[in-house]
Structure formats: C-alpha cells, structure tokens
C-alpha cells in the first residue's frame, strides 16, 4: 500500500474529518517520525510545506528512534528552527525535551555524532 494509502486508513482510523485535516497532518507527521517511518516523514513534509509545530520536539523525537537520516531530513526542513524550541520551560531539560538527552539514554553515540554535526542546539 502506497503513503495515500497509509494515511487514508491511518485518517479513517481515528475518526478525523474534512475539518481537522491540518491536525491529522501533523498527527501524522508525528507519528511517522516515532516510527522512524522515514519515506512516510519525507512524502507528507513534502505536501505540508509551511509546516513548523514543534519542530524541536520532532527532533527529539527522532533522536529517540535513532535514525540520523531522519535527523538530518527534520534539521534541514525549511519550518526547523533550531533554537532549543523543543526545550520546556524553565531550562529544566529531560530525555524528553533534549534531543542529546534522548540519544544519550538509549547509548546511540552515532545519533549523538549527527546531532553534534548538524548543530542541533
């Protein structure tokens, strides 16, 4: 089954309508890049190009599931900014708010290497 096909059923699945295609779109950005679904990531930035939420938190994301292709095609979407923005509040930085951190917990020094080289913050 083809990415259109993927995301129909994946739409259809949780029940989303016309209304909230915008949400379902990042919903399912988001859900490709915990997969580390890297052609799905690739297929629906292409038809979202003004997409920006989260952009740091996506990269922790990515850097959680260890795929430095992934990191690089997120790092270099023109809606990343890469100004700590996935980085709660406060300073107080986790494995879930550091994508330095996420990579670190699971010992993945070549997702650490990529990070370092991308100029993540």
Same mark, same amino acid.
């Given at each position: 089954?083809?990415?259109?096909?993927?995301?129909?059923?994946?739409? =259809?699945a949780?029940?989303?309508?016309?209304? =909230?295609?915008?949400?379902?779109?990042?919903?399912?950005?988001?859900?490709?890049?915990?997969r580390?679904?890297?052609?799905?990531?690739?297929?629906?930035?292409?038809?979202? @190009?003004? !997409?920006? @939420?989260?952009?740091?938190?996506?990269?922790?994301?990515?850097?959680? +599931?260890?795929c430095?292709?992934?990191?690089?095609?997120? +790092?270099?979407?023109?809606? !990343?900014?890469?100004?700590?923005?996935?980085?709660?509040?406060?300073?107080?930085? =986790? =494995?879930?708010?550091? @994508? !330095?951190?996420?990579?670190?917990?699971?010992?993945?020094?070549?997702?650490?290497?990529?990070?370092?080289?991308?100029?993540?913050?």
């Open positions: 089954m083809g990415h259109a096909g993927r995301c129909c059923l994946w739409q =259809s949780n029940g989303c309508g016309a209304s =909230s295609f915008l949400l379902w779109e990042e919903a399912a950005v988001d859900s490709a890049i915990k580390g679904d890297l052609a799905l990531v690739q297929w629906l930035l292409q038809r979202m @190009p003004g !997409y920006r @939420p989260g952009m740091g938190a996506v990269v922790v994301k990515a850097a959680t +599931v260890g430095e292709a992934l990191l690089e095609l997120l +790092v270099w979407h023109p809606g !990343y900014v890469g100004d700590g923005s996935g980085v709660a509040g406060g300073g107080q930085e =986790s =494995s879930l708010t550091c @994508p !330095y951190l996420a990579a670190a917990k699971d010992g993945d020094l070549g997702t650490l290497t990529a990070l370092q080289r991308l100029g993540v913050p």
